[in-house]
């Protein structure tokens, strides 16, 4: 399985959880890895994104409360979510891919450019 989930969980709002996402040596090397949710009843959404340079994308409703990072010596991503709130209830997604061109290659906090998920991981945030 190229990409493992794990950190998912309940916490009231205001809490914290940090996720991870476990990766075969073949995925973790692709340009891209990235965060995304579902909400039940919608169509899912980019939450963060990181290059291989370690450089980051976050999507507004996450920016200044989740960090995503990368730990090369273990192929894992992870990704700390703070100030938790009942929004972001849903299911976190792990992805990997190429990118998308544009001129140069980019990391986009949409799907485009994500070739391979995982399986996901849940996240419940209560009021």
């Known amino acids: 399985v190229p990409l493992v989930e794990s950190g998912g969980g309940s916490v009231q709002t205001g809490g914290s959880l940090k996720l991870s996402c476990e990766a075969s040596?073949?995925?973790?090397?692709?340009?891209?890895m990235g965060w995304f949710r579902q909400a039940p009843g919608t169509g899912g959404e980019g939450v963060a994104t990181i290059d291989t340079y370690g450089g980051t994308r976050y999507a507004d409703p996450v920016k200044g409360r989740f960090t995503i990072s990368k730990d090369n010596s273990r192929n894992t991503l992870y990704l700390q979510m703070n100030s938790l709130k009942p929004e972001d209830t849903a299911m976190y997604y792990c992805?990997?891919?190429?990118?998308?061109?544009?001129?140069?290659?980019?990391?986009?906090?949409?799907?485009?450019?994500?070739?391979?998920w995982g399986q996901g991981t849940q996240v419940t945030v209560s009021s």
């Open positions: 992805a990997a891919g190429a990118g998308i061109w544009r001129g140069y290659w980019a990391c986009s906090v949409h799907k485009d450019g994500y070739s391979t």
């Open positions: 040596g073949r995925t973790y090397s692709t340009y891209c």
